[in-house]
């Protein structure tokens, strides 16, 4: 999966998703209402805006593999394309439009622009920076990030989740992705990146362990996120413009590294200032590069930020009734981060 | 002393909510605390509070000193608020989540503030949270979204010198913000 072309326009797409009208399992409801979250989840970071629709005005319809196949031809010779949702946990998918219940985001994500494609009639190239190895890592890297987003879209709190790597499970989310667990010694290590260095798997259990550490999900997405790479998340599109919709709990979520906090402190009152893409923040926001990244991939992560879809915004500007010290603010404020920094012994 | 000249952080929030504490965590010298006896025991357990303001300050190396300023928390002192509010480099309120009043309290004094200086740096700093909630700042969120106002609501415990030092780097953050971009490379 690559992030969408910057240069490209946004196209809308509509979307139905037809419930089978014979068929009332509960799993296909989940099923379908995992597909919807992940619509929802994913508005903005896709190519092209997905919208519901009734199936006669949608280029895609959504079907469970129990839909009546006269039903499903009709839709086809409308010129419709057909993605299949399949409940039996031991299939294998039919073919690449067919989602097997329950589908990683990351699958639903690379259907989408797939179709999407599909619908251009043109195959759209990949980044040619971008080696095969590179995106595979980069995938890698994401998945345990979309995992996380994909169960908190799910919103099951009912049940929890293991997160193992190759030496066992190393922390528990719960299936609304709201809460984790996990030791003292784990939580350090996500708090500066150093989960695992093994790739990590989700698997359905019944309780977490007694005596384990308590967070909210927010750190764990937020530190994942934050950590995962130092290039864009492949959701995030550089030339689309979003908004803050509100800040993160930073006494919470900070590390306690000062260069950090001021970094990530810097790129959200950017971004709450101003509305801004990602290109225009690396300008405005005054700090390094791979911070920027890193901060706005854990925003939006953790839907801290938004898409815009209004013409941009102009900036709030402050006026100054504060008197005005001699040397300037900016000044002003590096003496004063230093004297605190001082102060905290750091 | 001319409050409304010299530069100056104003910490506010209801009686109790740690003003005085957070002042005596960062300041250089010994804040000066105008504090008497509570004979206001019914509204508020606490022996002591703050009658006009707190004092404490931040001296930096090149001479410039920011003054720190703590309103005092009683309501029949609010017309202090404007006076102190006023002119400041931004406002930190402070609320004690454990407080039944605290939703309002957090409206208020976020309302008042922002009537006084609306362009002011605003940041809310949420003592005594419960851990085990879900998404114990929500409320808090929640609240002044339905007035279309979002500013930086973190929770702290301001006997911590890195939490008020946050609140005051998110006031530094905020403005630079919504400085004018410099003629000249980075800061």
Wanted: aromatic share 6%.
């Amino acid at each position: 999966m690559t992030a969408p072309a910057a240069s490209q326009a946004r196209t809308s797409r509509n979307i139905a998703l037809l419930k089978p009208a014979r068929d009332n399992e509960d799993l296909v409801e989940h099923a379908l209402q995992l597909f919807d979250s992940m619509l929802w989840v994913f508005r903005g970071t896709t190519r092209s805006d997905w919208t519901l629709s009734p199936p006669a005005d949608a280029d895609v319809v959504v079907v469970h593999q129990a839909e009546a196949s006269d039903r499903v031809n009709a839709l086809r010779s409308q010129g419709k394309l057909i993605v299949v949702l399949s409940t039996q946990r031991a299939a294998q998918a039919a073919d690449e439009h067919t989602l097997v219940y329950p589908f990683p985001a990351t699958q639903v994500m690379s259907l989408l622009e797939q179709l999407d494609e599909h619908l251009d009639g043109v195959r759209v190239e990949k980044a040619p920076t971008a080696s095969p190895a590179a995106i595979a890592t980069n995938q890698n890297t994401w998945s345990f990030v979309d995992a996380v987003r994909t169960v908190r879209a799910a919103r099951n709190p009912g049940i929890w989740l293991s997160v193992e790597d190759s030496h066992g499970p190393v922390l528990w989310v719960r299936g609304d992705g709201a809460r984790y667990q996990c030791s003292a010694a784990t939580q350090a290590a996500l708090r500066l990146g150093q989960l695992s260095g093994s790739p990590l798997v989700m698997e359905r259990i019944a309780t977490p362990r007694a005596g384990l550490l308590n967070g909210p999900g927010d750190e764990l997405l937020w530190h994942c996120a934050y950590h995962a790479s130092n290039s864009y998340a492949p959701w995030l599109n550089e030339s689309t413009t979003y908004r803050l919709r509100y800040w993160p709990d930073l006494g919470q979520l900070r590390i306690g590294d000062d260069l950090t906090t001021t970094s990530q402190l810097r790129v959200i009152a950017a971004l709450d200032a101003l509305p801004s893409s990602p290109r225009m923040l690396l300008k405005r926001a005054r700090v390094a590069r791979e911070h920027a990244i890193r901060t706005l991939n854990a925003l939006s992560a953790c839907g801290f930020i938004e898409v815009v879809e209004a013409a941009a915004p102009t900036a709030q500007r402050t006026q100054f009734q504060a008197a005005k010290p001699q040397s300037g603010f900016r000044q002003l404020f590096r003496n004063l981060r230093r004297h605190l920094q001082r102060r905290s012994g750091r | 002393m001319n409050a409304a000249g010299e530069l100056k952080i104003v910490f506010t929030g209801p009686m109790g909510a740690g003003k005085t504490t957070a002042i005596t965590a960062i300041s250089d010298t010994p804040p000066v605390s105008t504090e008497v006896a509570n004979n206001d025991q019914q509204a508020f357990a606490k022996a002591s509070t703050t009658v006009a303001l707190d004092f404490g300050q931040l001296a930096l190396s090149d001479g410039t000193v920011v003054r720190l300023y703590g309103t005092p928390g009683q309501e029949r002192f609010a017309f202090m608020w404007e006076i102190l509010g006023r002119g400041a480099m931004g406002v930190i309120l402070l609320i004690d989540a454990n407080s039944p009043n605290a939703l309002n309290d957090l409206e208020h004094y976020t309302r008042t503030f922002r009537g006084i200086s609306p362009g002011q740096p605003f940041v809310v700093g949420i003592g005594r949270l419960h851990d085990a909630a879900d998404d114990a700042l929500a409320p808090f969120r929640e609240r002044l979204a339905t007035h279309g106002i979002v500013v930086p609501i973190f929770s702290v415990d301001v006997r911590k010198h890195e939490d008020t030092q946050l609140l005051i780097a998110t006031v530094m953050a905020i403005l630079e913000a919504r400085m004018p971009e410099p003629e000249h490379g980075h800061a």
